[in-house]
């Protein structure tokens, strides 16, 4: 069975820092993987995802994920992060089987001026 | 477009008591979705319907039911709340279904919530 580990359930950086949001996989087969953010009492909305192709993907406010098969890893990292950013990021995985998504725990990002 | 909408936004209940969490779609999507969302848990599928008509168990379906009610709406019930129900339920959809060549790399869209509280 498809599971995801997120080791770092907090995150706390301060503004303009860089970062990185660990994500492991674990699948006996070929994996989509997604990232979605959760800003304070709203619901997920997606942030990148990779299905196949180039194995670096990005998002349109800076964020990017590095497809990494041979560590089953989807990291997600900004260079430089902004107080926007405090949210809590949840990794994911579905495979061709099902559209059915298996999700991390979650790290809460949290950003300090 | 209001995407997906989940009514109510919040919700008290005593032991034993029942209700029913709406959730309505307007992107003509064909799979829906229940999930319930703990602390330091993430995100736990309760129900999913693939196409109108449909319904299948998740990972944490018990003292739940569901019904797709047609392509639009979604909805799950608690027969009898218990505290261990209460959680933060999503409800979301996504334009797979049944037939269709590429599963699994759908994005799917979500509702606000609704925070639950069983006393």
């Known amino acids: 069975a498809q599971s995801v580990t997120q080791l770092d359930s907090q995150v706390p950086v301060f503004e303009e820092a860089p970062v990185e949001l660990r994500c492991n996989y674990s699948?006996?087969?070929?994996?989509?993987l997604f990232w979605y953010v959760q800003y304070p009492n709203q619901g997920l909305q997606l942030l990148l995802k990779?299905?196949?192709?180039?194995?670096l993907v990005e998002s349109i406010n800076g964020f990017e994920a590095e497809f990494n098969k041979s560590q089953t890893s989807f990291h997600l990292r900004k260079p430089s992060v902004h107080i926007s950013d405090t949210a809590e990021y949840f990794c994911?995985?579905?495979?061709?089987?099902?559209?059915?998504?298996?999700f991390g725990t979650g790290t809460r990002l949290q950003v300090f001026p | 477009n209001a995407g997906v909408t989940q009514t109510p936004k919040f919700q008290v209940l005593k032991t034993g008591q029942s209700m029913t969490l709406q959730c309505a779609q307007d992107?003509?999507?064909?799979?829906m979705y229940w999930y319930r969302q703990d602390p330091g848990m993430g995100l736990r599928l309760i129900y999913y319907?693939?196409?109108?008509?449909?319904?299948d168990k998740g990972e944490v379906p018990n003292g739940y039911n569901v019904s797709r009610l047609n392509k639009r709406e979604f909805s799950l019930r608690l027969e009898s709340a218990a505290p261990s129900q209460t959680s933060v339920y999503f409800c979301?959809?996504?334009?797979?279904?049944?037939?269709?060549?590429?599963?699994?790399?759908?994005?799917?869209?979500f509702g606000p919530g609704t925070r639950l509280t069983v006393l």
């Open positions: 979301a959809s996504s334009e797979a279904g049944t037939g269709k060549s590429f599963r699994g790399t759908d994005t799917q869209y």
């Open positions: 699948s006996s087969v070929s994996v989509y």
């Open positions: 990779y299905l196949s192709g180039s194995t």
């Open positions: 994911a995985v579905s495979d061709r089987n099902t559209d059915k998504l298996i």
């Open positions: 992107m003509n999507h064909n799979s």
């Open positions: 319907s693939a196409s109108e008509g449909t319904t």
